[in-house]
Every structure is written in structure tokens, then in C-alpha cells.
């Protein structure tokens, strides 16, 4: 087996040339067992085998850079540094990453997982490179869909002034996570070789300029050529720009991406090696659904159907069927989404309303202001984007939504600890950075039936509001309490006393949970279901301070700037009026014990095993209680 003499980066330039393409199939058999018993990014890493091994035996690695955007395409480049080992253990707690990890290898130089970085941390590389004196070659990989980023184009834009070599690779499947869509995917479907003009390169300009002459031939020739591709070739934006095209090229003929790799190395300035692949290939399923296995759960081999096939629903069916009836009820709602109408739930929604369905590509940025747009304009804009990407928006959402306050509905998925994904994708940040927003509310739904009632209440409300919800299997308990939505109100579940458990989101379920072990030490604890992040339900807040001398804030969010710290912050306030009668009771000031996640990034494993390893399960809390209800038990 050709694979088994891959045991570190280089070692793939022993292999004969007409090997090549047996390696590629053991690297494609490989990839589909091992990822069909751990899941993983099937689609993207198959399109991508015969490219990454054209830039490891183009390329001297660790040396020489490669810097894949979002990273989705790497497992081939793992398997080529010698960590085939490590699949065993794939995006499991203390296993390898399923994306670039500089602590996990030399050969990875750049962190990545989110979408357009790759282009901006490569023109950062080079210019490193160039002021140290060094004179090794840098490559970045982008794909089509990572393209429809601005930040790409912001890159581009700065690497056109270069200078000196840097290679930036086009991995143009015609996908994103799904079907690509708007104006760069229509171009870079019409663009044709570009060999006919690249005749004219660097040494003809080099050899011209300095003499009498010359720089008045430079200027004419370039004129000629500029004019020649407007010709014959569709567009030419990049050469355009100041960036030399090369290409298309096969992504899945090795020698003719090799040769390409050397002419662009040759080029004094930024080179972009446009390269076609197929997404999936090799593997039937994948070939027909793409989108399918971009992120694919454990399956059967030999049909491609999960081996554990989901029987409830998730958070994310209940709200693509939550937004059809919306649709339905109501013509002024209409969606958005960043190149994910599958991930969000919404491809249901654009089947049935295709003119209010807006993908947008991977532009959250845009995503925002274009809802502001819609909102400003009299519709009900819904925007569905993953907590760890929406953050992206950060601006748009704060000076674009919020400043005006205009009535957009974000639909923040996949909030809290998402798994397996790792540091990049976990959604730990929303109800710091939503909160802080003036005019900007906060719900988080204890279970699927509060998700629905959540998004009704939101289409009556005048103002920026944001629903965060996890990811995976629905929460099905507590449907017999369904308190009408009241604006700032939370819900009371259990009223006792002692400890008042007031718990956000997802973690009410975990509230529950802590509840009955207190009971066993007899201790009757109120469970609350915060609903309202913000604004912050302060008359609750006051009136368990009667009877309630520990207050018990849960939330599946980092700690700095959650919802615990505005407990705090607002029992600080008060603290002058503790100590004032309350009927025949006195009120005091309540401990105040913070439960979420520590100021730190929390790495890829099963969800369960994250949440104990950051203090945030039943068994954790509980022991944390005792330790203040009963310290001298220590």
C-alpha cells in the first residue's frame, strides 16, 4: 500500500509519477472509511485529494506555507504529514482537529475555520517573509464560495500592489456547504484558459524597462494585452486588479497542476492558479449530495445513510417549520441567510417563497445591513445565521439594525457548545456581544414548543431582537409550562426557596436536573426560566431576594459579559436598599453564584464531555452549590 510509506510532509516526492493516481484512491478509501465511523467533512476533502498532492510535491514543507481557508480541506494534507494515525481519533476531546491546528503540527502555519481569512493571512505571511529576507513560497487556497467574502476581495485588493511572489490557489468547485450563488459564481463559471496571452510576462517587461524607450513600449504592450483579453476572455477581473490568472486547470490532473504551480512561482507579484474540482469525488453519495456530507455524521458506507438516523426533531427543524407557517401567516416575513439555507432550515422556506428567500453567500456582514435595508423598507426580515459566524456582524448589527432599531429577527443557531467542530465554531460569545447592543433583545427558549412561541412573539415586536438556540435533538420536557411571552419577563417553574436556580436556555433543562439532586439533600430549590437575556427581568430578581439567599445563574456563554455578570451587576446596584422591609419579610442582598463558561476557548469533543470539562453539567454545579451551601463539607 502506497499510503503506508507516507509517514511525514515530503515523503509523497518518493512516489513514482504514474502512482499518482493510485495514492489518490487509497487516499480517497481511507477518507471514506475512517470518516464514515467518526463523521467529519467528507465532500470538500474528496474533491480536494489530487490538489493538495500536487502542492506537496510542488512545495518543501514545513518551510514553504500552505494556508487553507476554513480548512474544511485539509484532512489530505494531515494524511501527507504523517498524522493518518490521528484520524482514529478525529474531532473527539483531545483528539486532531478537523481543521489547520499550528499546535498540532509544523506544517500547519495558520489557525483557520472561518470562511475568507486565507488570502489576508497570506499577503501577511509574504510580507514577513520578504522584510526577514527569506525566499521561501507561500500559497494560500481559497474556494469559490469562501470568495463571495469580502474580506477576500479586500485582500486581493492589497495583494495587488506585491511585488513579489504569491500564489494564491482558486479551489472552484461550484459549491459553498451548498450551491453557490450570485454574481462571482456566474463569472467564474465563464471564464475560460487564459494561455494564449501569458506570452507576455515578467522577463519582457523586465528587459524593456530602464532603457530610452522602454517604458513607453511597457506602457503600449500592456494597453494591446489589456485589450486583447477583453476579447477574448470573459471579464478578467483578476488580471484586472493587477493579479496574474493562470488557469483553469484540471484540480484533478496532478502533473498539469504541478507545472502551473512553477510558472507561477515565476511571477514577480500575486498569481491566482484557478483550479476546477469536483466536490465529493470518488464517493457516489457524495458526488449527488454535496451538501450532505460537508459535515456528515457517521454512515454506511455503502448507501451513505447516517448509521444513527435522528427520530426527533432538532432545534432546527422546529424552525424551518416555524418560518413556513410564518411565511404563510404573514407577507411581509422574509429570510436571509449566508450561503446556509440548509444548515439554518431554511431550504423549505425558499422552495415555498422563493421571491422573499435571500442567500447572500458568505457575506454575514452584508447579510445584516441588506435585512436593515429590508426592515427600513416595511418587511419583517428573519435573519438566520450560526452564533460563531453572526458574530462577523458585529458592526452591521450594532450601528446598521440597532442604532435605528429596526425590527429585524436574528436567528441565532447553533448557540452554545456545538462539539465537534472545536474552538472556531462554538457559539460561547452571542450573549456578550448581543447584550451589549443598546435597543438590542435577547431570548433564549427552554425547548422546541418556547422556540416557536419565541419567533410569534418576535414577529409582534418593534425592535432588534435576537433568538438563540442550540444545536442537536430538541428539548421535549416541561410543555406543560407555556407562560404567555411578556417583554422582559421570566418564567417561574418551581418556586421553593433557599437557592433560586435561574437558568438560560438549553441549561434550564440542566437546572432541572440540578434541582432533583438538591431535593435528595433537602433543599427545595426555585428553577426560572430566564427567557429574557435582555432585558433583565429585575422584578423577579428583587422578589426572590425575600426567601432566596443564593442565586444560581446558568448559562451555556462565557462569563465575561453573560447574562450572570448583568445579575451582578444589577444586585451591586440595589445593594443600598437591602435591609428594607418587604411585607413581613426583610430584603437581602443574595449570594450570587455564576455558572457558563470560563475566559477561554473550548476545543472540539462530544458536547457532554465540553460541558464537564468547563464546570457547565448537573454534577459539577451541584458540587459547586454544596460547596457553598455547606463549606465546612469541603
Known sequence: ????????????????????GVLAQEIREFLIRSISETGGHLGSNLGAVELTMALHLFLNL????????????????????????????????????????RKESECDCFDTGHSSTSISAGLGMVKARDIQGGRNTIVSVIGDGSLTGGMAYEALNNASRLETNFIVVLNDNNMSISENVGGVSKYLNNIRTADMYLDLKEGVYKSLLGKSYGDKVVSQIRRAKSSFKQLVVPGMFFEDMGITYLGPVDGHNIPAMVRLLGEARKIRG????HVITQKGKGYAPAERHPARFHGAEPFDIETGIPSKPHNKANYTDIFSTVMCKLGQREEQVVAITAAMPDGTGLKRFRNMYPDRFFDVGIAEEHAVTFAAGLAAGGLKPIVAIYSSFLQRAYDQILHDVCLQ??????????????????????????????SSIPNMSVIAPKNGWELEAAFRYAMEYEGPIAIRYPRGQAYTGLKEYQAPFVHGKSEVLFRGGEVALLAVGSMVETACQVRELLLEKGINASVVNVRFVKPLDTDMLEELAIDHPLYVTMEENVLRGGFGEAVGRYLHQVEERTGRQVG??????????????????????????????????????????????WPENG
Open 270 to 273: 500575486a498569481v491566482l492558479l
Open 584 to 629: 413581613s419579610r426583610v430584603l437581602k442582598r443574595p449570594k450570587l453564584l455564576c455558572i457558563g463558561i470560563p475566559d477561554m476557548y473550548v476545543e472540539h469533543g462530544n458536547v457532554d464531555i465540553l460541558k464537564r470539562e468547563v464546570g457547565i453539567d448537573k454534577d459539577g454545579i451541584f458540587v459547586k452549590i454544596c460547596n457553598i451551601l
Open 62 to 101: 514545513p518551510e514553504d506555507k500552505i494556508i487553507w481557508d476554513v480548512g474544511h480541506q485539509s484532512y489530505t494534507h494531515k494524511i501527507l504529514t504523517g498524522r493518518r494515525d490521528g484520524f482514529v481519533n478525529l474531532r473527539k476531546f483531545g483528539g486532531m482537529s478537523g481543521f489547520p491546528k
Open 405 to 434: 432599531n429596526l425590527p429585524v429577527i436574528f436567528a441565532v443557531d447553533r448557540a452554545g457548545l456545538v462539539g465537534s467542530d472545536g474552538e472556531t465554531h462554538q457559539g460561547i460569545f452571542d450573549l456578550s456581544y448581543l
Open 1 to 20: 500500500m502506497l499510503l503506508e510509506k507516507i509517514e511525514q510532509a515530503n515523503d509523497i516526492k518518493q512516489i513514482a509519477e504514474s502512482d499518482y
